[in-house]
């Protein structure tokens, strides 16, 4: 009786704290955290992550590319006020990733209309906490996870000031052309998913010029800064570099890579096999147990939205045109063929359908519809909790890092050969040895009648030296954590 007394006034308990306004919200943000400083991510995983780390734990430095231009300052001064107490970038990172994961639960929540204590909240919540790709994200050293968050925030407050019924709002108007402006300096490749709210805002407005005002001095707040941190000349001919560089040499556009067919597919495993942990030739069977939960839960989701009427409803037809205008600049000017964070904005407008369906099921008396759903549930944690373990283990380039690096701690020169990217990533660790570039044809036959030591070339280059290497090692990763670089091997030459 007192044990059962017990557990009845620890039951009432734990009641009146959820009834406590924002308590839920706490436990969120705390699990958020949580979750993602126990899993951060302690080693430099490619180049992309380099920058953004030296950026604060170095120094700022646009034209060094610390990070790479538009420069993100306002991520970067978010890790930056976690990194300047706690000392590691790392937890920096994973702090704001932790932060950014709540802050697009609420997002998407505010999105629809939904609140956290409800059957569909809590759904969607486990969607987007336990999500594989959300949760990688989450602990790498890049902005994209609190671009997503920031850019669906936007989203929902832009289409607030666009009720259907009723006045415009503007208020609501001004704030949501404020965050546009405040995306810009997050994540600008986010900006298309903006684009069709914000003009029907503007057309819609009695004031357009307080919006362009406003929206003006968001830009300011973090332009401003970064302009006289850099220099105007200076900012504008790396500013320059970048974007030309991006769409005509390095930025995996249509442009570069123009096989519309390996786009397709690239697009296609980043949201289905990355995105949502479906099953992609090579992983193993519980990602088949992933795909079918996602393809049910998409399925029950759209008949629930059929039947009440959303399906047709005009911001159910203006978040589709949002992800219309932002999935085709993503499939034509983004790497979309070896970077799946690309897909994350779409990947976040998924999610609430998903969660819709999944709380549908679990309404109806089936058991049969409860017993899937639950399996499919467990295999989605499972899957996400195996890929963040993968993580915390050195990505290919990574463990490359290290062997180049013991190689190179050996009594003679080294000589290491690879394309400027790893150079650059080997060289700014404080890897010791001479780089020597591929790409450079004097560089090359420097390579070829280089003298006494060892010569180590990193990656699929082997056939610029004559003789056949003394031996060779190749490193691996999961491609599903991160699909740049999972094998890279490394031929050594002993003279």
């Keep these: 009786m007192a044990e059962s007394a017990t557990e009845s006034r620890v039951g009432r308990a734990v009641r009146r704290l959820w009834a406590v306004p924002g308590a839920a919200w706490g436990v969120l943000v705390l699990a958020c955290l949580g979750s993602r400083l126990a899993t951060p991510v302690p080693y430099i995983e490619d180049p992309d992550s380099l920058r953004f780390a030296l950026s604060v734990a170095d120094e700022y430095d646009v034209a060094a590319l610390q990070p790479h231009f538009p420069g993100y300052p306002v991520f970067w001064a978010a890790s930056e006020l976690f990194y300047l107490p706690t000392g590691s970038f790392s937890t920096s990172f994973s702090i704001v990733g932790g932060l950014a994961t709540a802050g697009l639960v609420w997002a998407l929540l505010r999105l629809w209309g939904r609140p956290l204590r409800s059957v569909e909240g809590a759904v969607l919540t486990g969607v987007v906490v336990f999500n594989p790709l959300l949760w ?34 503007e208020r609501t108007a001004v704030v949501g052309v404020v965050l546009a402006g405040l995306s810009a300096g997050l994540r600008l490749s986010y900006l298309p998913l903006l684009l069709v709210p914000t003009l029907l805002v503007l057309w819609r407005s009695s004031k357009r010029g307080r919006l362009l ?46 096989d519309l067919g390996r786009r397709l597919i690239g697009t296609a495993q980043g949201l ?38 959303a399906l047709h409803s005009r911001r159910v037809g203006l978040v589709v045109a949002c992800a219309l205008a932002y999935g085709a600049w993503m499939f034509f000017f983004q790497n979309v063929i070896h970077k799946s964070r690309h897909v994350l904005p779409l990947l976040a407008l998924i999610l609430p359908l998903l969660a819709a369906g999944a709380s549908t099921l679990w309404r109806t008396p089936s058991w049969l519809a409860r017993g899937g759903l639950l399996g499919s549930a467990v295999a989605y944690v499972a899957v996400a909790l195996v890929l963040v373990d993968q993580h915390r283990d050195p990505s290919a380039i990574a463990q490359a890092k290290r062997f180049v ?47 006494s030591g060892r010569t180590l070339v990193v990656g699929t280059y082997a056939s610029l030296l004559p003789a056949p290497p003394t031996h060779t090692r190749t490193f691996y990763h999961n491609p599903h954590v991160n699909r740049m670089w999972p094998e890279v091997t490394v031929y050594v030459y002993e003279h």
């Design 272 to 309: 289905w096999a990355d995105g949502l942990g479906g099953w992609w030739p090579g992983r193993h069977w519980s990602t088949a147990v992933v795909g079918v939960g996602v393809l049910g839960t998409a399925v029950a989701g759209t008949r629930r939205m059929r039947r009440t009427g």
């Design 405 to 451: 690096e013991a190689k190179a701690s050996q009594p003679g020169p080294t000589r290491v050969a690879s394309v400027p990217l790893v150079n650059t990533y080997l060289r700014t660790q404080q890897v010791d040895a001479q780089f020597l570039s591929v790409e450079d044809s004097t560089d090359v036959r420097r390579l070829r009648t280089a003298g």
């Design 213 to 258: 005002l406003a929206g003006t001095a968001a830009v300011a707040v973090w332009l401003v800064p970064m302009v006289l941190d850099t220099g105007f000349w200076t900012l504008l001919d790396v500013g320059w570099g970048q974007a030309t560089g991006h769409f005509t040499d390095f930025g995996g556009t249509v442009q570069t890579e123009s």
């Design 136 to 169: 990688l994200m989450g602990n790498r050293y890049m902005p994209d996870l609190l671009g997503t968050a920031w850019a669906v925030a936007t989203l929902a407050v832009l289409l607030r000031s666009l009720p259907t019924k009723g006045t415009f709002n």
